[in-house]
DNA sequence: TTGAAAGCGCTAACAT
DNA sequence: ATGTTAGCGCTTTCAA
């Protein structure tokens, strides 16, 4: 834990400490023969530039805040360390903003990019935890942010998400194709646009498909295992039941599942079940689930590069990117049984 | 976005920024009334103080890096969150440090110390990114470190985690309680203390019961859903089939679970399934599942408050502290069927 | 109780 | 191609 500088580099290599700092960081602007001098000073003086010098001169510290709800969530989860991933091999550091749905901590990482914590923020929830002045436009007022998976209803700000409509009416779709009619949902949490709009993708393809959409199958989950459990419990309860259960998210189908099982239902010989995001635990579900596959990998990725843009003021050609999805066609469907 | 220093403040104020420094890191010193005056010039000004000038000058970045080897894990991700929630209770921010397996980023991340950008390191690995000088003891030349579930095979590094022999050695005692003689074991990787010890206690309950240990029953898992499944798969081609099976984590009997599942087995009327951790998950597994919990939420917070004494100087009492797990009994084991 | 000034480690403008 | 020097924002002696 001894504290080696940058002079002790340039003391060990016989040159000024500019010139170590240029060696480092503008490498063509140095000779190569001092590069080379310099480069195994700083080996042998085990060199790494402390981060509070570079820093207060660059402004920049090389760390990205990713606030997030909940990571408990699988899915959610997912897209951390795919950002993770994409931001470390731009060089850049993930400080894990879980706000455990506390305001008080959202605000608290939001603050992380005023003291210089961080440079930037990826934001998956679709709270705004800054403070914006109405008269003026809110992309100005913001710090570098990107928004994911959660749309933020507000212009200017360049949001990493799915076509959630589309998604869940390809769902849908698949199970009405099944031949199943009764078909229930357990939603998300209501207050995110995700979960409307996957409902309103759900209501679109039955209305296209002729069929009536029974307000009664329709139950409010929260994205979460117990949601999907105690969902589907409420819709077992019913005297008409449904024939398939169309989840908002896996892990709600997990819950299902569950419910499903210790009620003596067969997946999917008495209920067909579909999901949502195919977390990596889906396809070792019994039976493998069903459902719409989120890019996981892409939006990461996709956040952290925007992100960089911002924080580099680049213009950005668009404020939407709508990553493709997919449905997986597990073994949780089967046709409706006559 | 704008830049609000400490001179802004103490010109809003009439101060000087000495005086508003003081009135924020040191109230005592310094009258009721300045400090008051501070403070609403804080307020207004909308001051948040920059890291990278208090961490140059007290060499404190706020930070804690936690080094996994795979956070992908249900459980490991599960310490983090615990984590991040003990760490914010005392101020410090959590980096995430995802090594997807790669020993460059684990160095990499392990560097974060030295360059200031971390206080303090939480390993969650067997293995010390580190170099060690062979005749000096090992911890005075490394950062604040604490190990965490792994035990590093190293004496003065503080470690915290459960008595992975006594808990296996439980949970075996468990199934062989149920009449259960064919035990076979999916281990995870064998390369990690954990899995060694809990096989080790696996061995001394067969043992004490005064039943052989079939080595053909044992196989070689790596912790992961899809080493659960194959490990599965390999146990039940055997001829003579075990009657139970112990995974070593939570997520490899998930795998277990859809493998019996695919090869029309039913748990836990064919086959009884023991896991190991307790993920959030294991309660909705079908049928829930039967494990041993280990007490995340004791281990963050431990880990957090050790590794805060250890960069704060404190001499430790002791380096291994041993928390108490618990034998969570579901349905997925049940007496042997005759 | 308060303020002036030094300096933490580094980079970049300017000078050579 | 290299070196000198100012200063990033803050805390902390030291002096008043």
Redesign the interface.
């Known amino acids: ?1 001894s504290s080696i500088g940058i002079k002790d580099v340039a003391a060990i290599a016989g040159v000024s400490i500019t010139t170590v700092s240029r060696a480092l960081r503008n490498p063509g602007r140095v000779s190569e023969a001092t590069r080379e001098k310099v480069l195994a000073a700083v080996n042998k003086a ?1 060199y ?6 570079v ?2 001169r660059t ?1 920049k ?3 990205i805040v990713a606030i997030i709800p909940d ?2 969530d ?1 899915f959610n ?2 897209v ?2 795919a950002i ?2 994409a931001a ?1 091999k731009q060089g850049y ?4 903003g ?1 706000t ?1 749905g506390s305001e008080e ?1 959202e605000r ?1 990482y939001a ?2 990019v ?4 961080a440079d930037g923020v990826i934001l998956f929830s679709q709270h705004l935890p800054f403070e914006i002045e109405a008269d003026k436009p809110a992309a100005q007022q ?2 570098p942010l990107v928004n994911s998976c959660e749309p933020v209803p507000m212009p200017g700000i360049p949001t990493v998400t799915i076509d959630n409509t589309a998604a869940a009416g390809e769902a849908t779709a698949h199970l009405i194709g099944l031949g199943h009619k009764n078909i229930a949902v357990i939603t998300g949490n209501m207050d995110s646009p995700s979960s409307r709009d996957r409902l309103q993708g759900f209501r679109r393809a039955m209305q296209a498909a002729g069929l009536a959409v029974n307000e009664r199958y329709i139950v409010n989950g929260k994205y979460t ?1 117990e949601s999907g ?1 105690q969902g589907t419990n409420q819709l077992l309860l019913r005297r008409d039941r449904p024939s398939a259960i169309f989840c908002f998210s896996d892990e709600m189908a ?2 299902c ?2 419910s ?3 009620h003596g239902f067969g997946v999917p010989g008495d209920m067909s079940v579909m999901g949502f995001d195919d977390i ?2 889906a396809r ?5 689930l069903t459902t719409v596959a989120q890019p996981v990998e892409d939006i990461g990725t996709h956040c952290v590069d925007l992100l960089l843009k911002v924080m580099n003021g680049d213009q950005l050609d668009k404020d939407l990117y709508i990553l493709p999805h997919k449905l997986v066609v597990r073994g949780s469907t089967a046709p409706l049984r006559q």
């Open positions: 834990m085990g790494t530039p402390n981060k509070f010098g820093g207060l402004a510290s090389g760390n990571v408990s699988s989860f997912g951390i360390r993770g991933r470390n550091s993930v400080l894990l879980d455990h901590r608290a603050d992380m005023k003291s210089r914590h913001l710090p295992v459990h997990l819950g599942y569950s499903l099982q210790e990596h635990y070792h579900f019994s039976p493998p």
